[in-house]
């Protein structure tokens, strides 16, 4: 009898159940996460945003763009995944607007929202250098080596523009002519930019000198320079690694020589009686991380970055690595930034018009981006600070925007997320985690950081390692900075 009783009560409970009582308000199976604005192309790659719901949830789910309810049909947007995904199939700036998704059933909602921004593909503009590589100077290039140098024009991104574009060289003011000597060579990479490279076969002493690359259309001309300088006097000779493809990979491996050169440099010039003929297994000095964070900024932001971002983490308890305070005077600023990114957990890297306009600022940026691909994670913090154009390389990561004013209530409360709990005590000799940096140059197994990364000589194409690369910001973009 009780038994019964109880069953019954159980059957009650299972139906009442059933008919809906318990149902519980739609959640968010992933936190919405869309991309950030300022960041899409008309005509660019598909847009999407989702707005993924728990399983087993009943729910209805509307978008609305400027708070109207979104007709699909109308607005060429495409609805998928039980109206989860919104996709922008072929983005076009009409569809500027603030979307928000909302998730309902009768037991209450839940929505996100986001202001998506694309703008119209530029027309033609005059020639800009969006890049050279290597990016000021190549050194210890001995003669009889090949070389090759580079730069990048953006010309505003039609085909027209491209057909439009004259492309010269010149080294020291005198044009040079295409020969078999100087090779001259264009390429169209990523976003219709044009890659104008010179090749310079078997270098005589009469090469070394300040090359300038020179792009000109009907809307005007830029140009930018780039030194191949004569090497120092030492006797012993590096084996040169610079004959070096210039797509976008060849920045990395341009970085990976330059982190090499600077190395090998800075040891041989402390044990200045060693040899390097047999470079076997070369070993750099242990690094120990002393600091939270490094600052990568330019002089013209140092205002706001000394009251306001410098005095803001510092009392917040990280230990912070800026130039003012930390670099040694008299050593090269290339050594003393290398020193500082590799000594710092994460580099925070501020970009402005005046940052991205030096040279010094795009080797720091390298550099970072280097290091926090090779060991895959968060490694660096972008913050654009003013309404600077976002460099092609680092489209698609996404950024603190100061620039926003939408954002600045959250910004430090995001940055120090971004940065994570402070783990470098003041006391140096308590320096609680202390990585270590091996590099082995002979058979190029770069292994900066617990060995995470391996590039062999045989998978060193440029391709294969952008590849690796863009993998790796993927990564790195989920598990960074949100919005
Ligand atoms: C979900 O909806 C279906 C049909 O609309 C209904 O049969 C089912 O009981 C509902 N589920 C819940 C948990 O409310
Ligand atoms: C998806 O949205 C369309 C148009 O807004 C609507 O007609 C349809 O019922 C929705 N489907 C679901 C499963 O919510
Ligand atoms: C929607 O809002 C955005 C800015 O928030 C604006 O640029 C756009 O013109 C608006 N679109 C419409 C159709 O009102
Ligand atoms: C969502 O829920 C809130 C209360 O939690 C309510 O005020 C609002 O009207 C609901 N919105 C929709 C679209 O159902
Ligand atoms: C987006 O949501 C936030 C918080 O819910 C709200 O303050 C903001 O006004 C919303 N923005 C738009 C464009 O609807
Ligand atoms: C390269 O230049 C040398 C002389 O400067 C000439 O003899 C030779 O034929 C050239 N080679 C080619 C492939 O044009
Ligand atoms: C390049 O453009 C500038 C104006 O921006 C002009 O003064 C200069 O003469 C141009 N150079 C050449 C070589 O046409
Ligand atoms: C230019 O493009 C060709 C073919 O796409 C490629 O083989 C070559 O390596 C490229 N050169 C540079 C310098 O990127």
Same mark, same amino acid.
């Given at each position: 009898?009780?038994?019964?009783?109880?069953?019954?009560?159980?059957?009650?409970?299972?139906?009442?159940?059933?008919?809906?009582?318990?149902?519980?308000?739609?959640?968010?199976?992933?936190?919405?996460?869309?991309?950030?604005?300022?960041?899409?192309?008309?005509?660019?790659?598909?847009?999407?945003?989702?707005?993924?719901?728990?399983?087993?949830?009943?729910?209805?789910?509307?978008?609305?763009?400027?708070?109207?309810?979104?007709?699909?049909?109308?607005?060429?947007?495409?609805?998928?995944?039980?109206?989860?995904?919104?996709?922008?199939?072929?983005?076009?700036?009409?569809?500027?607007?603030?979307?928000?998704?909302?998730?309902?059933?009768?037991?209450?909602?839940?929505?996100?929202?986001?202001?998506?921004?694309?703008?119209?593909?530029?027309?033609?503009?005059?020639?800009?250098?969006?890049?050279?590589?290597?990016?000021?100077? %190549?050194?210890?290039?001995?003669?009889?080596?090949?070389?090759?140098?580079?730069?990048?024009?953006?010309?505003?991104?039609?085909?027209?523009?491209?057909?439009?574009?004259?492309?010269?060289?010149?080294?020291?003011?005198?044009?040079?002519?295409?020969?078999?000597?100087?090779?001259?060579?264009?390429?169209?990479?990523?976003?219709?930019?044009?890659?104008?490279?010179?090749?310079?076969?078997?270098?005589?002493?009469?090469?070394?000198?300040?090359?300038?690359?020179?792009?000109?259309?009907?809307?005007?001309?830029?140009?930018?320079?780039?030194?191949?300088?004569?090497?120092?006097?030492?006797?012993?000779?590096?084996?040169?690694?610079?004959?070096?493809?210039?797509?976008?990979?060849?920045?990395?491996?341009?970085?990976?020589?330059?982190?090499?050169?600077?190395?090998?440099?800075?040891?041989?010039?402390?044990?200045?009686?060693?040899?390097?003929?047999?470079?076997?297994?070369?070993?750099?000095?242990?690094?120990?991380?002393?600091?939270? %964070?490094?600052?990568?900024?330019?002089?013209?932001?140092?205002?706001?970055?000394?009251?306001?971002?410098?005095?803001?983490?510092?009392?917040?308890?990280?230990?912070?690595?800026?130039?003012?305070?930390?670099?040694?005077?008299?050593?090269?600023?290339?050594?003393?930034?290398?020193?500082?990114?590799?000594?710092?957990?994460?580099?925070?890297?501020?970009?402005?018009?005046?940052?991205?306009?030096?040279?010094?600022?795009?080797?720091?940026?390298?550099?970072?981006?280097?290091?926090?691909?090779?060991?895959?994670?968060?490694?660096?913090?972008?913050? =654009?600070?003013?309404?600077?154009?976002?460099?092609?390389?680092?489209?698609?990561?996404?950024?603190?925007?100061?620039?926003? %004013? =939408? %954002?600045?209530?959250?910004?430090?409360?995001?940055?120090?997320?971004?940065?994570?709990?402070?783990?470098?005590?003041?006391?140096?000799?308590?320096?609680?985690?202390?990585?270590?940096?091996?590099?082995?140059?002979?058979?190029?197994?770069?292994?900066?950081?617990?060995?995470?990364?391996?590039?062999?000589?045989?998978?060193?194409?440029?391709?294969?390692?952008?590849?690796?690369?863009?993998?790796?910001?993927?990564?790195?973009?989920?598990?960074?900075?949100?919005?």
């Amino acid at each position: 009898m009780e038994l019964l009783r109880f069953s019954l009560i159980l059957f009650q409970l299972v139906s009442t159940f059933k008919t809906g009582i318990c149902l519980s308000a739609p959640k968010f199976k992933v936190a919405p996460n869309w991309p950030d604005r300022d960041y899409y192309d008309e005509d660019g790659p598909p847009i999407q945003l989702n707005c993924l719901i728990i399983d087993g949830v009943n729910f209805t789910m509307v978008w609305t763009k400027n708070g109207s309810k979104i007709d699909p049909g109308k607005e060429q947007l495409l609805l998928q995944n039980k109206n989860q995904t919104l996709i922008f199939v072929e983005p076009k700036q009409v569809q500027s607007g603030d979307y928000t998704c909302i998730a309902f059933n009768k037991a209450g909602n839940v929505s996100y929202n986001g202001t998506i921004f694309i703008t119209a593909r530029s027309q033609e503009t005059r020639p800009r250098v969006i890049d050279t590589d290597p990016s000021t100077t %190549v050194s210890r290039v001995q003669v009889g080596d090949t070389i090759m140098i580079g730069c990048t024009f953006d010309v505003g991104g039609s085909m027209e523009a491209l057909m439009d574009l004259t492309l010269n060289w010149f080294k020291d003011d005198i044009a040079l002519k295409d020969n078999n000597h100087t090779v001259f060579g264009i390429n169209t990479t990523g976003e219709n930019n044009q890659l104008s490279f010179l090749t310079i076969n078997g270098i005589q002493t009469s090469d070394y000198g300040t090359y300038t690359c020179y792009g000109e259309n009907s809307k005007g001309n830029d140009s930018s320079k780039i030194t191949v300088a004569v090497p120092g006097p030492r006797k012993n000779n590096l084996p040169l690694y610079l004959i070096i493809g210039l797509s976008s990979g060849g920045a990395l491996t341009i970085v990976i020589v330059v982190v090499i050169m600077l190395y090998r440099c800075r040891k041989s010039n402390k044990y200045e009686e060693l040899t390097w003929e047999e470079p076997n297994n070369y070993d750099v000095p242990d690094h120990k991380i002393e600091y939270d %964070v490094f600052i990568s900024y330019s002089n013209e932001n140092l205002d706001w970055v000394k009251d306001a971002l410098f005095e803001n983490l510092c009392n917040h308890g990280y230990e912070v690595c800026i130039d003012f305070k930390d670099f040694t005077p008299g050593m090269a600023v290339t050594e003393n930034i290398l020193d500082a990114v590799y000594k710092s957990h994460k580099t925070i890297v501020l970009m402005s018009h005046d940052f991205l306009k030096s040279m010094w600022g795009q080797f720091e940026l390298q550099q970072a981006l280097n290091r926090a691909t090779m060991k895959r994670s968060d490694l660096m913090i972008l913050i =654009k600070f003013d309404d600077c154009k976002v460099p092609a390389k680092l489209m698609g990561k996404t950024f603190l925007d100061w620039s926003d %004013v =939408k %954002v600045r209530p959250h910004f430090w409360s995001r940055l120090y997320e971004a940065i994570g709990e402070p783990a470098i005590s003041n006391n140096h000799n308590d320096v609680k985690e202390a990585e270590m940096h091996k590099i082995n140059v002979n058979d190029k197994v770069i292994d900066i950081e617990n060995g995470i990364n391996e590039f062999n000589e045989n998978d060193t194409h440029d391709n294969e390692v952008w590849k690796t690369i863009n993998e790796m910001v993927k990564t790195f973009n989920e598990v960074t900075i949100d919005r």
